[in-house]
């Protein structure tokens, strides 16, 4: 059995998933936007302990970086932020890394280079445990108006999952505590 298509109804057809397209395009960028005007002033120390109380017992960062390990571990120049918090592990074993940055006025692109730099550099340029490669791939750089974030958190503690590729999925939605929490205090959501 053939299909004849009339020339009216593929127009009516394309029509339609054209306004549905531009719409869901409209939509999405209407909620970015709002959201972006609705970010509240709050401290970077204030969101680091939402995200640790978030992982409870299981929130390993506890060594504070200084300004100047901002610059030489994390590539971000001090001058660029008005403050920040940046915490790793005590243990070298752990990877575990909570940055967060409220950036100078325009400054905030620069501040994620710096992170998203950061990151390729620990993917490619350092020797690291075999354990801890997913969760460095599934780190996250957030940028929020002012604030960036670097979010390489979490545990994985299941043995149902042995793959990398489950293993990486698994520390994605780790990171996801932290992204929820983080959204919890800047929109009071």
């Known amino acids: 059995m053939k299909h004849h298509w009339r ?8 029509g339609a998933l054209l306004f549905g397209a531009v719409s869901c395009g409209r939509e999405q960028q209407g909620s970015d936007q709002s959201q972006q005007q609705e970010i ?4 970077v120390a204030e969101i680091e302990r939402a995200v640790a109380e978030a992982y409870g017992e299981n929130y390993i960062p506890s060594m504070e970086y200084s300004q100047e390990e901002l610059k ?3 590539g971000v120049e ?12 005590m243990i ?5 890394t909570f940055v967060a940055v409220k ?6 692109g620069e501040v994620q280079q710096a992170l998203e730099a950061y990151k390729e550099k620990l993917l490619n340029e350092t020797l690291q445990y075999p354990m801890n490669l997913p969760k460095i791939q599934a780190a996250q750089i957030k940028t929020y108006g002012d604030y960036v974030f670097y979010l390489m958190l979490g545990m994985v503690d299941d043995p149902e999952i042995d793959t990398e590729e489950e293993q990486l999925q698994a520390f994605e939605e780790q990171n996801e505590i932290a ?4 959204e919890e205090v800047l929109y009071g959501i």
């Open 7 to 14: 020339p009216a109804a593929i127009l009516c057809l394309c």
């Open 40 to 43: 509240k002033d709050v401290s």
């Open 72 to 74: 030489s571990v994390f």
């Open 78 to 89: 001090p001058e660029l932020c008005q403050e920040f918090v940046a915490k790793g592990p």
């Open 92 to 96: 070298s074993v752990h990877i575990d």
């Open 103 to 108: 950036a100078q006025e325009g400054k905030a």
């Open 179 to 182: 992204v929820k929490a983080i």
